[in-house]
C-alpha cells in the first residue's frame, strides 16, 4: 500500500446534527459521525460496514458534501475541498459521484432514461445536444442496456435495472472515485450479484476508486480490499479484507461476523449475542462507545476513550483490550 497513489483522505471528519428542545435551551447535537479517519488508494476498493445508524451513510455524504461537515478535512488529489465555495465544487464533483440505495427516489419520473442522463453532462456544459445523446448511449451500452432504452421512463425498469442506471449516471461524468451507498441491499441475491459482478467490471475498465457503503460484510467480502468497522459514529477496526475475517479483533467485529449464515447447514459457528440497544448519538456512552454492550468491557473502557491504533501491519484496532 505505501507505493499506491493515495487520492482521497479523510482527516478527524465530524457530522454533527443540532437538535433543539433541550433542557433549559442547553444546544445537543446528535454525533453522525464522531472524527473518522482513512485514506483510499487509486484503484482500490474500500468498504465502511456496520448496523444502520452507525453514521456510514453520512460519512458518504459529508466527503462529497450532500451533508455539510462540522469539522475535519476531506482531502482530494492533494486539495482540501470542505472549504470550497459552491462553484468550486461543481469542478470537484466531476472526480467525485455517488450511487444511491433507491436509485428511483431520484429520477425525475416524468423524464425519459436518455434526457436524465443527459442534463448531467448539460449542467457541466460538456459536448453538444448530439455528443450528448451518443454519449448516453454509450454508457447505458456499458451497463448493459440496448439503444431503445434510452426512450423508456423509470417506471418501466426493474429494481435492478435502476440501480445500473444509477451506475451509469455515475459513470457518464468520467470520474475517479464512486461513492456506493448500499448499492445492491434492496435487491433479490441473485440480482445483488449480477450488480456486483458489472461494478467490479467497470472499476477495471474506467480504473476507479470505490468507496463501497454497507450493512453485509458477506456482500463486501467479495468486492473489498480494505474494510473499515463503524460503530456510533466512530471507526473501531480497519484492515484487509482476508485479515478482518481471518483474524478480527474488535468485539464488534466478531459480533458482525458471527451474524453472517453459514450456508453449509452442517457446520455450526457460535454467535456473539450483543447485549442491549445501541445507544443514541445524541448521548453516546463515555470512554468507549460500545463499552454498554461489549462482553470484555473493563473499567477502564467506561472512562477512557480508546484511540484507533495500528496494532499489528496494516491492522488498527480501537479496543483496550490490545493497548500494550
Known amino acids: 500500500m505505501d507505493n499506491k497513489e493515495t487520492i482521497l483522505q479523510i482527516k478527524n471528519l465530524k457530522t454533527f446534527f443540532p437538535v433543539s428542545g ?31 445508524g452507525c453514521g456510514k451513510s453520512t460519512t458518504g455524504r459529508s466527503i462529497l458534501r450532500l451533508i455539510e461537515p462540522t469539522d475535519g478535512e476531506i482531502i482530494y488529489q492533494g486539495q482540501t475541498i470542505n472549504k470550497l465555495k459552491q ?26 432514461i436518455g434526457r436524465i442522463l443527459e442534463e448531467t453532462l448539460k449542467i ?8 450528448r445523446t451518443q454519449k448516453v448511449m454509450d454508457i447505458l451500452n456499458k451497463v448493459g442496456f440496448q439503444n431503445e432504452h434510452y426512450f423508456r421512463f423509470p417506471h418501466e425498469f426493474s429494481g435492478g435495472q435502476r440501480q445500473r442506471i444509477g451506475l ?37 475498465e474506467f480504473n476507479l476508486t470505490l468507496l463501497f457503503i454497507s450493512h453485509d460484510l458477506s456482500v463486501v467480502r467479495h468486492i473489498s480490499n480494505r474494510i473499515g468497522v463503524m460503530y456510533l459514529g466512530k471507526l473501531v477496526e480497519e484492515t ?40 443514541s448519538p445524541l448521548d ?23 484511540e484507533l491504533f495500528e496494532h499489528s501491519p496494516d491492522h488498527k484496532t480501537a479496543c483496550h483490550l490490545y493497548y500494550k
Open 240 to 279: 484487509t479484507t482476508d485479515e478482518i475475517f481471518n483474524n478480527p479483533m474488535h468485539p464488534y467485529t466478531k459480533a458482525l461476523l458471527s451474524a453472517i449464515p453459514v450456508p453449509n447447514p452442517r457446520i455450526k459457528r457460535e454467535k456473539i449475542k450483543l447485549q442491549g440497544e445501541i445507544p
Open 22 to 52: 433541550g433542557v433549559g435551551g442547553e444546544k445537543r447535537y446528535v454525533k453522525a459521525v464522531n472524527n473518522v479517519s482513512f485514506e483510499l488508494t487509486k484503484g482500490e476498493t474500500y468498504s465502511l460496514v456496520g448496523e444502520s
Open 284 to 306: 453516546p456512552p463515555t470512554g468507549c462507545v460500545f463499552q454498554t454492550r461489549c462482553p470484555f468491557a473493563m473499567e477502564k473502557c467506561r472512562t477512557v476513550e480508546p
Open 124 to 131: 457541466h456544459h460538456i459536448g453538444t445536444k448530439q455528443e
Open 168 to 204: 451509469a449516471r455515475a459513470l457518464i461524468m468520467n470520474p475517479d472515485i464512486v461513492i456506493c451507498d448500499e448499492p445492491v441491499s434492496a435487491l433479490d441475491v441473485s440480482i445483488q450479484s449480477q450488480v456486483l459482478n458489472l461494478l467490479e467490471d467497470l472499476q477495471k
Open 87 to 112: 462553484k468550486e465544487m461543481m469542478q470537484i464533483r466531476r472526480g467525485l459521484q455517488m450511487v444511491f440505495q433507491d436509485p428511483y427516489s431520484s429520477l425525475n419520473p416524468r423524464k425519459r
